[in-house]
């Protein structure tokens, strides 16, 4: 039985990342930390819990937390992370970091981009990226590893095979990406009110979202050379969900099934990235609940490009869901242990 | 293994049963029926099972299905069930019909609000009205279930320990329910647009509602005399979801304390009947995805009223969960196998 | 041309009046007033209104106001008008307040429900309850106009015909009511975020909603005794709309032309209460952005109960554009003018 | 006063166009067309419009038609307005064709694209494209408009000026735009119920949309030379509202102050486009219920693009209020007449 903490078990991230720990026959949840609501009763904050967690919230005490589990999810905000790891706290818990604060190599890039110092960047070089179809094997050895963004998942995912093959201009990657509100946290800002939600779509972050080098990053390792993109997310009147299209441009004449051999290639035997049949288009209510991505392509031969969509549940496969896959590589348990849950429709 | 065949796999409870049974340890669909999609891949119809279901979809043959399966489910239009069933059938398959065609115990009622004529009234009184937490032990030993609505699930869950206990007067319940879209089921009707439906909502069925006199008999049974209810649907712009709303005049002057104790001695050991902590209401969103009702109360001492709120996701207690509830008491499983989902929050 | 200030205009209601009022043909905006964004553009914190209005947000300063302006509306928490309100301000400037200061006569009642201290109680029995369809002639005399709450707009339109002859027990109506969630203002809450009102439904202020007086002293007058109501409000994940579904006892046997005869009397020259066809139910889409409210009923024979319901948009008929409305009729303008909005479907 | 007929007016564009020209002084609607619904009252058909509109729907008969109208719309299927129009009707009447029949000036890319014959290509060269910002003098002698469509619309304004500056290269340009349901149509399909739409979002036609080629017309005629794009559509959960986010690169470095004042050379005196300030994206709720189109950008110095955001209401600037604009010009009324609508929020 791995005993699990959450630190920021009461953002939507933490939330699901409980759902998904309480329906795993291999794990006990032992700690619900929400320095927020201390003492409260965990299911008076989410009443969908009541009669199946009993337990209350607990402060953010990592060196207590680090003596009762065997792994921590961090589901906090930039910096928090990095403020409280250290050797000693490694030698005796596991770490997955939902937050960003260990995803970037390079600190000066962090620390540009997310306005903070870094106050452990010791830590980074040994930092896993938990990106599973990917760093499998460095997972499994990990003793810190740095959860996914919920854009970068979806969009690594989607378009690696096609860089790694060099099919695609790797300056030419254009990424349109949509994201159901759940993405946005459960922090009270007007901007996140139902009626300015709802009825309403709208681009955010333009060329300067925060996950835009965590992004570039991986498809530089794909391209093996250095990748710009432009990446605009939008936040779409919906609860869950992460929509990705991205725009590449051939760089040589391709058929669809030169194409979907590759996907085949480094999907096949990935129980989480279903390649769709050709003609259909990937839909987020079809991973809803789940830790799929679904994936597939369209060539266009009048523009010689490349349209790429994968769709995912961004709490799942975007957050907890990776989170708890990686768990499941760190302790040597079944991959997908915990996770074949069936997508929820409608 | 339990073998399941559903009749009917490709509206939206048929698909949740599909969801359901793929969940569970101890069934393994061998049938999925659907007359408008025979030989097309059933993950087509459902993009969400890719990967997950191979199977094609068969025609509505239930000859050949009682001697594949044990268990029969039929989700499927009134009238459908009892133009099938026989002695024949039922001696070689059980059968769960999620219609209303063996609900009503008096056919001349069931003829009256359905329109059509019942064509195998024998088995009307063999048949069990599946509401588990209520008819458990006669469940347990039948060939036949009837498998409860989704209003009258919620609807009487909620009202019956008042009724029973002589709370209420029986004269006076009224019933104002609100439900998901999802209740209107898959078929292609303009009154189920997206644009129809989104922002706005309306009552339908005032005083004419279908589920009424199943409701009614339900309740007749926990006064011991006949009652009759007012009960007004309302149409909800989101997926899933009832939530019932029920009026009653008190008989005598009770405190918040006197019936809490008849909830709790009614529903203190059912699992899936939440009473939830005082002043608590409950709320669609708490129980989505899960077998759960939520159930309260608010006396009103202006008025000596009580104002009974249930909740629950319609596809599921109110339709695909409870079927697979009275599965698995009839096949002697675990009765919550496969049904401890917690619910899916936001 | 009326000069108009709006006090609290940068809330839903205060933003629907500039929209209503930037359209009225013989009125002029002349003050914004916005505590919280003093000096900011108004068409900053409403981008629909960029190019529209130039001016900058105002602060409260209601002692300017009067000078400037023919009518002042506030559109402000409980307990602010009464807090501003003298006569030497009256004697300058006609006021329609959208909160519930000055509607409620019983000043006990109104500190019980609201829980503040009534400070300016003189004023509350020279106020005028500016329900036009009903108090229409004491509306044209008068300087201070109360307002009426969206609840009971709509439910007091839908149910008064009704009491007022006779036909249903006082002691017997029962008000279920759902509301859009734009009812909850723009304030920043948890409970008003896209993703806790989304897919879900509930009940709140079970048995103590404010409005709930305010309700019973206008159903009083039309019944010519006390009466006590139950009035249960619920969430519904939508922008805009109010349906009441309300229940009473018959005090006889009626027809469907006797009743649709009390209606039309009552209603057959008000432009603004529009009584369905027989058969048809109101639904919120149908009125949505427009000054409208739809009334019908359904007798119920087998119960001896008349379902009625109204819909109306909250915002408009429920708030600004009844504001308007009685605007008019104090300024002996046509009534109508301004309001003559056509319903916005889908 | 301008007799107006509309032929398709029970679809939600022919819908909207009512909604319009009833608030519009100088026009008069004398032919409520629906072949679906003939001798059916308009106002059953959509309910908003009860005790405003009393006609009936009445056939498709042109001949008639033009006896009675000065200008006809059609809101039609394509093919069924070039199978109509001759010079006979064109002599007697104005006819503003919001369906595709005269969008594209080249009868083989329309046939390619639309599947069918053209039957009646040689009034294409005759008909003027009604984007009336780009071709307003032609509009206003046209007999035959061709209204342009949803996506071409927000596109073309979106984009145009920098194309015609020479500042993007025209081989480069890449659309992704989201639209609400309601582009949809109301027509009775499985895939736009409400539980197949809500909480969901993917792309559609991908590279195969039929308002491509339309659009590259556009946009040639800005570059001076031949245009290709990549356009994917989105389906976005809400009824109205498309967000078009384009890309293109920058064939010069240019500063925000640049690009600002092309866009304000084409827009300053344009009405119905407002060029946001610095920093504000365009977001759908802004201009909803309105005949406005926001627009706005970003430069990328990263990887030297422009992202190019429009946002508009798909039913109004998109559809009806165009042309009801296009009218406007074509009878030498005011051009913003019965269009200056303040956008609906929320």
Redesign the interface.
């Known amino acids: 039985m791995v005993k699990a903490g959450i630190i920021g078990s009461t953002g939507?991230a933490g939330?699901e990342l409980?759902?998904l720990l309480?329906?795993h026959k291999d794990t006990e949840i032992v700690w619900y930390g929400s320095k927020s609501h201390i003492n409260k009763k965990y299911c008076?904050v989410?009443?969908?819990?009541?009669?199946?967690v009993d337990a209350a919230c607990m402060d953010d005490n990592m060196e207590e937390l680090a003596k009762k589990a065997d792994v921590i999810f961090t589901a906090t905000p930039a910096g928090f992370c990095a403020s409280l790891v250290n050797d000693e706290i490694l030698s005796r818990v596991k770490i997955i970091d939902l937050s960003a604060d260990f995803r970037i190599k390079d600190v000066n890039t962090y620390e540009e981009w997310y306005g903070i110092k870094h106050v452990s960047p010791a830590f980074i070089r040994e930092a896993v990226y938990g990106l599973c179809e990917i760093n499998r094997e460095r997972v499994k050895k990990a003793r810190l590893v740095a959860n996914p963004g919920c854009y970068p998942t979806c969009t690594t995912l989607s378009v690696y095979p096609l860089l790694k093959e060099g099919l695609i201009d790797p300056g030419s990657v254009?990424v349109?990406a949509?994201s159901?509100?759940?993405g946005a946290g459960?922090s009270?800002?007007?901007g996140?009110?139902?009626?300015?939600?709802?009825?309403?779509?709208?681009?955010?972050g333009?060329?300067s979202h925060r996950h835009t080098p965590e992004i570039e990053e991986q498809l530089s390792y794909a391209a093996g050379k250095d990748v710009?993109?432009?990446f605009?997310p939008?936040l779409?009147?919906?609860?869950?969900?992460i929509?990705v299209?991205a725009?590449g441009n051939l760089t040589r004449t391709v058929t669809y099934e030169e194409v979907k051999a590759i996907y085949d290639k480094y999907y096949k035997n990935e129980y989480f990235v279903?390649v769709?049949?050709k003609g259909?288009?990937?839909?987020?209510?079809?991973?809803?609940?789940?830790n799929f991505v679904?994936v597939n392509f369209?060539?266009?031969p009048?523009?010689n490009?490349i349209?790429i969509?994968g769709?995912m549940d961004n709490l799942v496969k975007g957050a907890a869901g990776q989170a708890v896959q990686n768990m499941n590589l760190m302790f040597g348990l079944e991959e997908a242990s915990g996770l074949?849950?069936?997508?929820?429709?409608?």
Chains 1, 2, 3, 4 share one sequence.
């Open positions: 939507y939330q409980v759902r309480l329906q008076e989410f009443q969908n819990m009541f009669q199946l254009i349109d949509k159901g509100t759940s459960r009270v800002k007007l996140n009110l139902y009626c300015e939600v709802n009825e309403n779509i709208k681009a955010y333009v060329a710009k993109i432009n605009t939008h779409v009147p919906m609860n869950r969900g929509l299209t725009y279903r769709l049949e259909v288009c990937p839909e987020t209510r079809w991973v809803e609940g789940s679904d369209v060539i266009d009048r523009t490009r349209i969509m769709a074949k849950l069936v997508p929820m429709f409608p």
